[in-house]
């Protein structure tokens, strides 16, 4: 069973290094590919540094775009998401993602922040359907209609696509991980606005 690790990533030359090395300690995985998603900073070299496939997208066209082309570039039978600029991730974090989906007791698992930080751990308990990290079998990433549509509502259209399949879908707590902030990248006023096009591509991805 062939398993792949896709990560979209925009702008995260500070973090991306740190999280291809903790994924690449995962023995039970067989590919790697991060998806530059048209970045203006170091994301796509520090990626190929770390000796993993790297995509480079010209322009931005959004993280459903950017994980629609990274899971049609391998044949895996599992494709693990995860976020690029994860902190506090560790090997068994993405095992605990792969155990359920390996052994067929879930279609897919969601990774729900726990014990992280407060803001990150407060937004997974109001939204736990939002989170970019999951584990899922190909069949059901490939029923997922318009992801490359879904910019940053891929998550929302994922979960979707569950409920019509009826699928399997089992959380799992990533004890201490958490993420860096858009308003941390951003500053403030800019992290804020990102968070709110964020949550209107979220909304429009519900319909």
Known sequence: MKIAVVIPAYNEEKTIGDVLNVVKEVETIDEIIV??????????????????????????????????????????????????????????????????????????????FGNGRFRTDFAQK???TLTGQRAIKRELLE???????????????????????????????????SHVTKEEKLGFWEGFKARVRMYWEILKAMH
């Open 35 to 112: 998806v530059d998603d048209g970045s203006l900073d170091h994301t796509a070299e520090i990626a190929r540094l770390e000796g993993v496939k790297v995509i480079s997208l010209e322009k931005n066209v959004g993280k459903g775009g950017a994980v629609k082309v990274g899971f049609n570039s391998t044949d895996a039978e599992i494709i693990v998401l995860l976020d690029a600029d994860l902190l506090n991730l560790s090997p068994r974090h993405i095992n605990a993602l792969l155990e359920p989906v390996i052994n067929g007791s879930a279609d897919m698992t969601l990774g729900i």
């Open 126 to 128: 109001v939204a736990p």
């Open 143 to 177: 029923a997922t209609a318009h992801l490359d549509l879904a910019r940053f509502g891929v998550e929302k259209a994922l979960t979707e696509c569950a409920k019509e399949k009826k699928a399997n879908v089992v959380p799992v707590k990533l004890d201490g991980v």
